[in-house]
């Protein structure tokens, strides 16, 4: 078994210094906007991702046990059609889902009758160092003849990183509609950038989540136990530890809607008070009204062929798409 240490993607080269030196620059931007909003990064710091951990098993949200019973029922589907591939995941969190996708890959390796080197390698990414690294410990405990390399950083830095200098065929998986907490234009640079790490032959596998009825959509975001909310106003707890700021939590309060126009969740923090927020290493003070509220997160729900139309736009070709018996959540396999 061969194990590389986790990478750490920040100023790694010229082009991602400056996304890191923009670190601040977008929660400047931000909340000098108006109305105010932040980026959903910012939601991922260890807590924020053990919370999001929790919000994966709360019996109103549907999105995370829905894409695993697709992926525990079509893995082996999957693997037959890409082969063995070098599998690259993008936000890979506690790789809880992946496991019904490694577990396929696995068999197949297994199943192999010349030895290919590295056979059964695996590249998680995520921003979050803590969450990764206990993940890839316990990984190489399940899967002794697993490759791993987990690399720390944000998506562009990754796939910068990856580029096409691969020499076995590759799959980069984005799951859990992740997609859907980036608008249009960015969505599509997103998916530029990761056809960009491909070649010709290479596979991409996207978890959408589908359109719906506004009440089962709402109540996946407003949950009962309020580790959603929790979640959201953690945003602001990272903030002031990243950039040395005095957020009061207790001065604001979460809350999620559906755009039915948009076919989008819009997650909100609302200031309860007027007060004013000073965030010192950006040297930044910030007003707010009373119920003046910061767009937080953004969750595009899908319609299937809208989505095939912007993958091919893209030159990502979809081979195959499974669904759940509700319809409610998609899984797009796509081929360069």
């Not at 194990?3 to 210094?17: A, C, E, F, G, P």
Request: proline share 3%; hydrophobic share 40%; with cysteine.
């Amino acid at each position: 078994m061969t194990v590389k240490h986790l990478q750490i993607l920040h100023h790694h080269n010229s082009s991602t210094d400056q996304n890191f030196e923009k670190d601040g620059h977008d929660v400047i931007q931000g909340l000098q906007n108006n109305p105010k909003i932040l980026p959903p990064k910012y939601f991922y710091d260890d807590r924020g991702s053990e919370l999001f951990e929790q919000i994966c098993d709360l019996p109103e949200y549907y999105p995370t046990r829905t894409e695993a019973w697709i992926l525990k029922e079509y893995a082996d589907e999957i693997v037959a059609i890409t082969g063995s591939c070098e599998l690259v995941e993008l936000g890979s969190g506690s790789s809880t889902k992946t496991r019904y996708l490694l577990s396929a890959y696995q068999k197949a390796a297994n199943l192999l009758t010349e030895v290919i080197p590295d056979a059964f390698s695996y590249i998680p990414i995520d921003v979050s160092g803590g969450i990764l690294k206990t993940t890839v410990l316990d990984l190489q405990q399940k899967y002794p003849d697993l490759n791993i390399e987990g690399l720390i950083g944000t998506y562009q830095e990754a796939l910068l990183h990856l580029g096409k200098n691969h020499l076995r065929s590759r799959m980069i998986f984005f799951l859990g509609s992740s997609i859907g907490n980036f608008n249009q234009a960015e969505s599509n640079s997103f998916l530029n950038e990761a056809s960009h790490a491909l070649t010709k032959g290479d596979y991409f596998l996207l978890g959408i989540d589908l359109q719906k009825p506004k009440e089962i959509l709402e109540a996946a975001y407003n949950d009962s136990q309020e580790v959603t909310a929790a979640f959201n106003l953690n945003m602001l707890a990272h903030l002031n530890w990243r950039f040395q700021g005095n957020f009061d939590l207790d001065l604001f309060k979460h809350q999620a809607i559906y755009n039915e126009v948009d076919c989008q969740i819009e997650m909100y923090l609302h200031a309860k008070s007027a007060h004013q927020v000073s965030l010192d290493i950006l040297d930044l003070k910030v007003p707010f009204q009373s119920g003046e509220s910061i767009l937080t997160e953004i969750s595009r729900k899908f319609n299937l062929e809208k989505i095939q139309a912007q993958l091919r736009s893209q030159g990502l070709e979809t081979v195959k798409i499974w669904t759940d018996p509700q319809q409610w959540f998609g899984l797009v396999l796509c081929q360069v």
